[in-house]
Structures are given as C-alpha cells and as structure tokens.
C-alpha cells in the first residue's frame, strides 16, 4: 500500500467502527516502524493511525489490538486506541486513534516512571496471557502457567533458540543457553516474581509523549510476567532517562537483585534480533549468555563453593 493505492477497504472499516461516515481525504506515510508500514489517513476533519502489512499477518494485529485493550483496561497509561483490524486478498491493517506526539516536558519522565509501575501493578492469576501474540515479527508464546522460571525458560529463551536452530544459527549458543536454563533458579533465590500485566517489548522506539507532554506507549508484545522483563528492556538500547527510573523505583522499588537478572531478561530480545536481523545479534546472545554463565559460576563459587 502507499498513497496512491485504494483505500476503500480500510475506509469502510473505518465508517463501520466509528459509525461516522469517513471520506479520505489524504494518505500520509508516517516513518519510524520496524515491522510493518505506517500511514496517517485524514479525512472529515478527523485522523487515524494505521499499520499495513501482507494479508497473512491479519492475527498479528488482532494481537496487537487485544494487548493494547489490555493495557488501556488497567487505566494506568495511555496507548492507542485501536478501532479496527481487518484484511482483503492483499493486505492487513489496524487502523488505531491517531496520537499527536510532543516535546518531552519536564516532568513527562517522572510521569512515565510512576504509571508504568502502576500499570505493573495490574496483576494477573497466572503468567502468560490468554492468547499468543508476536515479537517484532516473531512468534510469542503465551501459555499459561503458575512457574514463572519454566516459562523463562522454555516459552522465551527456549522458544527463540528452537528458531535459531531452524535457521542453523544455533549450534553454538544451544549449550550454553542450555545450561543457563537449568541454572535459572540461581538467578532468583530470595526473590519471587508475580504476574505483571506487561509492555512486553518496551525499548525507547515504542514510547513517546502526547502534547501534554503524557506518556504514551504503542506497539506492545503484552503478557503477564515479571515487571523486571520491562524494566531490562527500557536499559537494551537506552531512551529511557534518571527520572523515569527515579520515578518507577520511588512508585514501586525494584529488588536488590534486578541487576543480576536483567541481562538473562534481555538475551530474549537480543534473541529475537538474531532471528529476525541476524548480523552481529547472534554474537552478542552468545557474549550475553558466556557472561551470565560466568557470573553463576562466580556466584555459586562465592556463596555455595560445595556445589562446584
Ligand atoms: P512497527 O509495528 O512497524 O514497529 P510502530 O507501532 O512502532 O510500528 O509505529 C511506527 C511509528 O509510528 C512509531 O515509531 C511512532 O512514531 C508512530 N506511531 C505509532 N503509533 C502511533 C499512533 N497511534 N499515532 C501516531 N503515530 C504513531
């Protein structure tokens, strides 16, 4: 799709959901999106936001929709509103309230810091989410289940290195990753985690402020799990400034031992990378996963040196 092509299917979709009638008057592309192309359409005095991509990707953006339904039922932080998904024989879209970003104001991370541990503090019964969802353009399973380290292990690393492994990419990560699995429990002891309702893939890219300078948050991977997994994200490829984690740890503290979890929190994504960039991510999976294994090493040597 691009400005010229035909509307007419997402128009009426529009129409239909809105109960207003809505006549297009212009297509603008709207830059910055990693996955899918993005348009600005206006019409009748009145915007809205929408993601393209092939027909086949139309559960992606029932996804998308639903876990951005989620985190606006918890009334803690401001996303989208998505109105409507739909496909023809070419392409999908989700078609969402179009936001007009601003300048960050001065308070606008401290906002952020306090409604994101708010938004965490919506919990569920069990981690995972009612329903899969995607990761950049990657599979995400949600299944349900009370042991929070088995889904760590098996749902996020496991899964993404049964990917790596499809591709022949793997082989060298797959022991160490491995390992690592049947280490978890190390990583956690003192400290149980609950289930969070999650951003799921909070780097800088997905966050920005309206024009009263409030946080908004898009492009969720949402799930139920450890608030941590957020947090490792924000720090994976920055934006994210000291009044944001002032703010967060001022609303709801963080356990002393985030920093030692926060990397085994992040080799998910950087996973994800490998798998759908390639390039230099496999390599920095395996560094991620050598020096957690060390840190344990270094660890049970410090405190259990018996077990060694
Ligand atoms: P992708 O799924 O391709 O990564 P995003 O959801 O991140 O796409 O959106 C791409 C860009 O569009 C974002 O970087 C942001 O600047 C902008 N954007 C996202 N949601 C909206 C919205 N509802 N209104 C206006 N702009 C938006």
């Known amino acids: 799709m691009n400005s010229h092509s035909d509307w007419s299917a997402v128009v009426a979709d529009i129409a239909r959901t809105s109960g207003q009638s809505f006549t297009l008057h212009k297509v603008v592309p709207v830059s910055g999106g990693s996955i899918n192309t993005a348009y600005r359409l206006d019409g009748d005095g009145r915007q809205y936001f929408v993601k393209i991509n092939a027909a086949d990707r139309l559960e992606m953006f029932a996804a ?49 810091g306090q409604q994101l541990a708010e938004m965490h503090r919506h919990t569920a019964a069990q981690f995972g989410w009612h329903r899969d969802n995607t990761i950049g353009a990657t599979l995400q399973r949600n299944d349900r289940t009370d042991n929070w380290l088995e889904f760590w292990r098996e749902k ?115 996973m994800n990378h490998a798998n759908l960039f390639g390039g230099g991510y496999l390599h920095q999976a395996e560094g991620m996963t050598a020096q957690l294994l060390a840190e344990l090493r270094q660890g049970l040597s410090d405190r259990h040196p018996e077990k060694l």
Request: aromatic share 14%; proline share 5%.
């Open 64 to 112: 998308e929709a639903d876990g951005l339904a989620e985190i606006a039922a918890a009334s803690a932080m401001r996303v989208p509103e998505a109105l409507v998904y739909g496909a023809d024989g070419t392409n999908a879209w989700l078609v969402c309230e179009y936001i007009a970003f601003g300048a960050r104001q001065h308070r606008s991370e401290e906002w952020m």
């Open 156 to 270: 996020r690393l496991g899964f993404q290195l049964g990917l790596l492994l499809e591709r022949g990419m793997g082989d060298r990560l797959a022991t160490d990753v491995e390992a690592l699995g049947e280490a978890m429990p190390l990583f956690f002891s003192g400290y149980t985690p609950g289930p969070s309702l999650l951003h799921g893939d909070l780097w800088g890219g997905n966050h920005g402020y309206d024009e009263q300078g409030q946080p908004v948050i898009f492009d969720p991977a949402v799930y139920y799990g450890d608030r941590e997994a957020d947090l490792a994200m924000t720090e994976l490829f920055g934006g994210f400034g000291p009044d944001f984690y002032a703010a967060y740890q001022a609303t709801w503290p963080l356990d002393a031992g985030y920093k030692q979890r926060r990397m085994l929190y992040n080799l998910y994504h950087i």
